[in-house]
């Protein structure tokens, strides 16, 4: 059974780092894709990041150049990087995977990630 273990959130100054991990059950490389969605009180779930097998990785207009995506298969963790926080990134943070592009086959519980102003 696939499991998906989200870690890293937590309450930060704006400006700020935080580093999210998403720890999988099963070998990472399985997944055609992996990423990250995030949920902001009263809005839907957006895709925040997320990469493929075959190299393709996408990010959200809103966090490009200021987040990361990456992996250890060998630890087999997704990692989300998240630099120069803004208040409007406080969210709870879900790491996915899956078969398409992007993923939604496999979720985790979800992580908490408050920026202060």
């Known amino acids: 059974q696939v499991q998906l273990v989200e870690s890293g959130g937590g309450l930060v100054q704006a400006g700020g780092s935080l580093r999210l991990s998403c720890a999988a059950s099963?070998?990472?490389?399985?997944?055609?894709?992996m990423g990250w969605y995030r949920q902001a009180p009263g809005n839907q779930r957006e895709l925040v990041a997320a990469?493929?097998?075959?190299?393709?990785?996408n990010y959200a207009d809103s966090v490009k150049g200021r987040f990361t995506i990456s992996t250890d298969n060998a630890k087999n963790t997704v990692y989300l990087q998240m630099n120069s926080l803004k208040p409007e990134d406080t969210a709870v943070y879900y790491c996915?995977?899956?078969?398409?592009?992007?993923?939604?086959?496999?979720w985790g519980q979800g992580t908490r990630v408050t920026v202060s102003s």
């Open positions: 099963v070998s990472i490389l399985r997944f055609y894709s």
């Open positions: 996915a995977a899956g078969y398409t592009d992007p993923p939604r086959d496999y």
């Open positions: 990469f493929t097998s075959l190299g393709r990785t």
